[in-house]
């Protein structure tokens, strides 16, 4: 015969008050992140010619891993979108992508893509001129599962650096940028609350005590006795 087994009522109930309270919580600190975001964005707005930024017309235009080397800044031009077409993959908490230099090379980039700029009718035509990067020494395969994801479709010509085209750019979508704080911020109210209003019921008398006061086991006791 199938057994059911069903939680306590109180749980639930102290749980489910909890969570309501949990919806104005949420509410106030999705009014706040909403005065916060635009002060996001502007910190992380990247001015042309620096790392992450727009690359101008003076910016080295590099062809080749040995371009990159010899560079301290430069942009790399790309044709369409192929800077996001050959793999990707998590890196520190960096999303990269291999890209691939015109000399056919392929290198791990970490990109802002509110710097890009774009020739033709439409992103898959024409041209793509990157932000400004600069190489980053970093042990690339300290990392088997971020090679794997990025060397899925050909491997990467260096292990041994990357491309920063982000600096201080590289901000969330507001959506992101939301996505965590919310999350706290209704786990702590839970977490808050929970024992709250189970220490009110079980004062009221409706729900039972999860550690029941000495005065009133000593009463208990007393009357048993008798």
């Not at 062809?63 to 800044?73: A, I, K, R």
């Not at 056919?104 to 439409?122: K, Y």
């Not at 786990?187 to 808050?192: F, K, P």
Request: proline share 4%; charged share 25%.
């Amino acid at each position: 015969m199938r057994r059911l087994y069903f939680q306590r009522f109180d749980l639930w109930l102290s749980l489910a008050l909890s969570f309501l309270v949990s919806l104005g919580t949420v509410r106030l600190a999705d009014q706040i992140m909403d005065r916060t975001y635009d002060s996001y964005v502007e910190s992380h707005v990247v001015a042309d010619g620096e790392i992450g930024g727009v690359a101008g017309a003076d910016v080295f235009r590099a062809q080749s891993v040995g371009d990159l080397l010899t560079h301290d800044t430069f942009t790399v031009v790309s044709p369409g979108i192929e800077y996001m077409n050959r793999g990707a993959g998590y890196f520190n908490n960096w999303y990269m992508y291999a890209l691939t230099l015109p000399s056919g090379e392929r290198v791990a980039a970490v990109i802002n893509f509110d710097s890009l700029q774009q020739s033709g009718d439409d992103i898959y035509s024409g041209e793509t001129t990157l932000p400004v990067g600069r190489v980053v020494y970093e042990d690339l395969e300290s990392s088997e599962s971020f090679l794997s994801q990025i060397e899925h479709g050909a491997p990467l010509s260096r292990h041994d650096f990357y491309i920063d085209m982000v600096g201080a750019g590289g901000k969330l979508a507001e959506e992101d940028y939301r996505e965590l704080p919310t999350l706290l911020v209704r786990l702590g109210t839970i977490v808050i609350c929970f024992p709250i209003f189970h220490m009110i019921g079980s004062k009221l008398g409706v729900f039972p005590y999860f550690f029941e006061p000495k005065e009133k086991k000593k009463k208990k006791d007393e009357m048993e006795w008798e």
